[in-house]
């Protein structure tokens, strides 16, 4: 008799004790030392550094900036371009130039070449080693 009341005591016990709770949001929370978020920060701009790119074309036509890519490629073959679609813009930067002076530079060899010509500071990926 006893160990049929502990039965049924443990299954109720486990049936209506829930170890965790349901949540309706979808989103996790982690808690850590602040230097774990700080690492991790660093891990991932250690490919990065503050730098400068020229936006040279800004278009809601991807054919547009396809073509002012390949012209820029033309001048430049082993300059990186980005392209990044900004709603309802797709918008072409070239370049990872360490200082202003490299995109002032450009900027003065291709004026006039394309639409517009505009110097932006930003995170870059490190200068190739060519």
Do not use: W
């Not at 829930?18 to 978020?37: F, L, Y």
């Not at 390949?70 to 371009?81: C, F, N």
């Amino acid at each position: 008799m006893t160990k049929n009341l502990l039965f049924l005591f443990g299954f109720l016990l486990s049936y209506f004790g829930h170890g965790q709770t349901e949540k309706t949001e979808n989103h996790i929370a982690i808690h850590c030392d602040e230097r774990v978020d700080d690492l991790l920060e660093v891990e991932k701009r250690t490919d990065k550094i503050i730098g400068y790119r020229l936006q040279i074309c800004l278009d809601s036509d991807k054919e547009i900036v396809d073509q002012a890519r390949d012209k820029y490629l033309k001048l430049y073959p082993l300059t990186d371009t980005y392209v990044n679609f900004e709603n309802p813009h797709f918008n072409l930067k070239v370049g990872d130039f360490r200082s202003r002076v490299e995109a002032e530079k450009i900027k003065r060899e291709v004026f006039g070449e394309f639409v517009i010509c505009i110097i932006h500071e930003e995170l870059i990926n490190l200068p190739r080693i060519d």
